[in-house]
């Protein structure tokens, strides 16, 4: 092979340049190009793993909806049975009502100081002394177990009386009820002991 011949001179500067151009092409097209393909099939995996993620998010949507509903009609019937502090005195006289209703005598009335019974609620202590007969007393214990509002009789003391010939028991108990703490100063203070003659 004699190198001094143009036309091989030509041919090996022809492999040569090719060889450059190959190298060239490799180091900045092809390389760079298949770490971008491997940058975009990650982007690809993880873009679908989200949206995945999303379309079982969505699927559960109406569920999620429906607890939600579910929530709020429990809390609007837990309000129902608490009254705030400001209808302390219609539900104190639902439980006279209640007595009328029966029929009973009062004769002590008097609701005690509010304290704390959760984070939310405080309870409010009734103490209420009736007479009236068997029958009376169960109507007004009905009576306020049907109350709109949650009243929970407690310590309920029976004994005869012969203070009224018509009336032939003595009832003393507790009414207890629950209002929903308003953050503020009681709007309705305790009312005083009231005697009935």
């Not at 009224?164 to 507790?174: C, F, G, M």
Request: net charge positive; glycine share 4%.
């Amino acid at each position: 092979m004699n190198f001094k011949d143009p036309k091989i001179q030509i041919s090996i500067g022809l492999v040569v340049l090719t060889l450059a151009l190959l190298g060239l092409f490799f180091k900045f097209s092809y390389q760079p190009a298949s770490q971008r393909i491997a940058q975009l099939s990650a982007d690809e995996s993880r873009l679908r793993q989200e949206l995945d993620q999303v379309r079982t998010a969505v699927a559960k949507l109406q569920e999620l909806e429906q607890q939600y509903r579910n929530l709020e009609k429990k809390w609007a019937q837990a309000q129902k049975l608490l009254p705030t502090d400001k209808e302390i005195p219609s539900l104190l006289k639902q439980i006279t009502n209640a007595g009328i209703e029966a029929q009973i005598k009062f004769v002590i009335f008097k609701p005690g100081q509010p304290a704390n019974a959760t984070a939310l609620s405080q309870s409010i202590p009734v103490n209420i002394t009736v007479i009236g007969n068997y029958q009376q007393i169960a109507v007004f214990l009905n009576n306020l177990g049907n109350l709109p509002r949650i009243v929970i009789p407690s310590n309920l003391k029976l004994v005869p009386t012969t203070e009224d010939p018509a009336r032939i028991i003595k009832a003393d108990l507790v009414a207890t009820t629950y209002v929903f703490k308003s953050g503020g100063a009681q709007s309705a203070q305790p009312t005083t002991t009231r005697r009935v003659q």
